[in-house]
């Protein structure tokens, strides 16, 4: 899915603008016409963003449930409590809230009025809303909700956390390298073309490398720049996004790290969704749309039409990506009857492996980024030391 922002305007011809996801910018007009407007301008919004964006509507839904169970466990009703909550939230979300609470004044129950804004509210949320509707018990399901999602959301915090100084000292290295070429070594060519010696192998690379960074320094340092944005434009590609997630997942440490996070939001949903009554192919049907990884939503897709057809979920997951004990937690839930108490304990297991996988890869990258600055830079004085100490040799020193 793509994401589009758009200008447009009422019957009554007031302006409204906001964002809409689609998978083609047809189908984004034709939501937004849907909604009783008329589209004066609609952009794509670019994947970064679009990554932000959700990153961010994440952490409200988070917060929105905590609020809103403390209103009810006041004793305030839902309709009530959405007013209040629209009064004192930022612009962006009041619209939002303000027309929940005019839903629900129509006569809409939570969960419709959540329904309409699934691009903050999935459709796992809305539905575990519905089934605490259902049965009175919105405010500790909501509860659980927003500590599932906590928790969720304090592992990527970890993991964002971990990620930073590595990433700087990786654009740190790569721009100091860049330097090195382009700046520094050649002051170091007309020198060593000078010396009545044969320049060693390792020299002749260096002053290789040296010579294309001083022809095409512009271009490499374009390219260093026009390379992530080419690779975004090809992952908004729906067969390439495909393919690149796929590809995410077979990275080392990396790609475990990613299945760990992934698997620790989907088998947390499907717990309290179980565990609010819901039947387990309608669980994973709601469950779907949490998994951001383009190569597991289609397995998982899968997944849930093989359980409607009869199957089991361990069957279906069989030989998958899914690691043998989740796996085996799996099978065993499904053999005892517990299966949504052991698919909170496959949640944990990944929420635990995530964290420690976090841990070593930040553990890892440090060191080995200095050791590859280093060895770039012991290199390049190597290089030109060589051919001195082969001259100086000669002269019987």
């Given at each position: 899915?793509?994401?589009f922002?758009?200008?447009?305007r009422t019957e009554a011809g007031?302006?409204?603008r906001?964002e809409v996801?689609?998978?083609t910018?047809?189908?984004?007009a034709?939501?937004?016409q849907?909604?009783?407007l008329f ?8 994947v970064l963003?679009?990554a ?5 509507d994440?952490?409200?839904a988070?917060?929105?449930c905590?609020?809103?169970a403390?209103?009810?466990?006041a004793?305030?009703a ?7 909550l ?6 962006k979300?009041r ?6 609470a005019?839903?629900m ?9 959540m329904?309409?804004?699934g691009?903050?509210?999935p459709?796992?949320?809305s539905?575990?809303v519905r089934?605490?509707?259902a049965?009175?018990s ?12 906590e928790?969720?959301w304090?592992?990527?915090e970890?993991l964002?956390t971990?990620?930073?100084y590595?990433a700087?000292?990786a654009?740190a290295a ?7 070429f382009?700046?520094v070594?050649?002051?170091f060519v007309?020198?060593l073309?000078?010396?009545?010696v044969?320049?060693?192998l390792p020299t002749r690379?260096?002053?290789g ?6 022809r ?8 260093l720049f026009?390379?992530?944005l080419?690779l975004?434009?090809?992952y908004?590609?729906r067969?390439?996004?495909?393919f ?10 990396f790609?475990r790290l990613?299945?760990?996070?992934e698997?620790?939001?989907?088998f947390d ?21 949490v998994?951001q990884?383009?190569?597991?939503a289609?397995?998982?897709s899968r ?11 361990a ?10 004990l989740?796996?085996?937690?799996v099978?065993a839930?499904?053999?005892?009857g517990?299966l949504a108490?052991?698919l ?15 841990e ?5 990258l ?12 012991g290199?390049v004085?190597?290089?030109v030391?060589?051919p ?6 000669s002269?019987?020193?």
């Amino acid at each position: 899915m793509a994401s589009f922002s758009y200008t447009a305007r009422t019957e009554a011809g007031d302006l409204r603008r906001g964002e809409v996801e689609a998978a083609t910018r047809t189908e984004a007009a034709r939501l937004i016409q849907a909604h009783g407007l008329f589209a004066v301008a609609l952009r794509r919004k670019s994947v970064l963003h679009l990554a932000r964006r959700r990153a961010a509507d994440r952490k409200y839904a988070m917060v929105f449930c905590r609020e809103l169970a403390l209103m009810l466990a006041a004793g305030l009703a839902a309709n009530e409590s959405l007013q209040l909550l629209a009064a004192d939230a930022p612009q962006k979300r009041r619209a939002m809230l303000s027309d929940m609470a005019r839903r629900m004044a129509h006569g809409a129950t939570l969960a419709e009025a959540m329904a309409q804004h699934g691009e903050v509210f999935p459709p796992a949320i809305s539905s575990l809303v519905r089934a605490g509707e259902a049965g009175g018990s919105l405010e500790p399901l909501l509860k659980r909700l927003a500590d599932k999602e906590e928790k969720s959301w304090r592992v990527r915090e970890k993991l964002q956390t971990a990620l930073v100084y590595p990433a700087l000292l990786a654009l740190a290295a790569m721009f100091a390298v860049t330097f090195i070429f382009i700046f520094v070594l050649p002051n170091f060519v007309h020198m060593l073309d000078g010396l009545a010696v044969e320049l060693p192998l390792p020299t002749r690379l260096v002053l290789g490398i040296g010579s294309l960074f001083e022809r095409h320094g512009v271009a490499v340092l374009a390219a260093l720049f026009v390379f992530p944005l080419a690779l975004r434009l090809l992952y908004r590609e729906r067969r390439l996004h495909f393919f690149a997630d796929r590809l995410l997942l077979r990275l080392p440490l990396f790609g475990r790290l990613r299945l760990d996070l992934e698997l620790m939001t989907l088998f947390d949903t499907l717990a309290v969704l179980m565990e609010s009554g819901s039947a387990l192919h309608e669980a994973l049907a709601a469950s779907e749309g949490v998994v951001q990884n383009r190569f597991l939503a289609a397995l998982f897709s899968r997944t849930r039409r093989e359980v409607e057809r009869g199957g089991t979920l361990a069957a279906a997951l069989a030989g998958s990506v899914v690691p043998p004990l989740v796996w085996e937690l799996v099978r065993a839930g499904e053999h005892t009857g517990e299966l949504a108490a052991m698919l909170e304990k496959a949640a944990d297991f990944c929420r635990f492996a995530g964290e420690m996988r976090a841990e070593r890869m930040e553990a890892m990258l440090e060191p080995l980024l200095v050791l590859f600055l280093g060895a770039v830079v012991g290199t390049v004085v190597l290089a030109v030391a060589l051919p001195l100490l082969e001259m100086i040799g000669s002269y019987g020193y």
